[in-house]
């Protein structure tokens, strides 16, 4: 267990190393990481152009969660998911109809927020 958390770490350390921030495309990939005093939680959102069709993407989304209880830690649990959205480029929001998700994008500082959540791009 240790060594998938250290090579989670790893992994996302040497991808935000390789990304040169020059684009401004929303396509890419997103990462999130949360410690808090109930686990631990590696988020991440990839955002792809699926077709030629106007405004529309796919983000396949990746997240693993450590719980922790009584200082106890639990197995990872992992979630999958694949969500279709539209971009509204006037708004600069990306929206899910089948679960009502709403990412707002914000392109000067290359993040996506879900909620009260910010995602970084690390990758093209």
């Known amino acids: 267990m240790k060594y998938m958390i250290i ?6 350390f040497l991808s935000a190393c390789s990304y040169t921030g020059t684009k401004s495309s929303l396509t890419g990939t997103y990462v999130s990481y949360h410690e808090h005093e109930f ?8 955002v792809v152009k699926p077709n030629s069709g106007e ?3 796919q983000i396949e989304r990746h ?3 450590v719980r922790t209880e009584d ?11 694949t ?5 509204d480029p006037v708004k600069q929001t990306l929206f899910e109809l089948k ?15 879900w909620g009260n959540t910010d995602f970084r791009k690390i990758a093209k």
Do not use: C, M
């Open 7 to 12: 090579f989670n770490f790893l992994f996302l």
């Open 39 to 46: 686990g631990k939680t590696n988020d991440t959102l990839t």
């Open 55 to 57: 405004g529309i993407y």
């Open 63 to 65: 997240a693993g969660t």
């Open 71 to 81: 200082g106890k830690k639990f197995p990872k649990k992992v979630t999958t998911e």
């Open 83 to 87: 969500w279709t959205v539209e971009y």
């Open 99 to 113: 679960e009502g998700r709403t990412l707002i994008w914000n392109s000067g500082t290359q993040t996506l927020r």
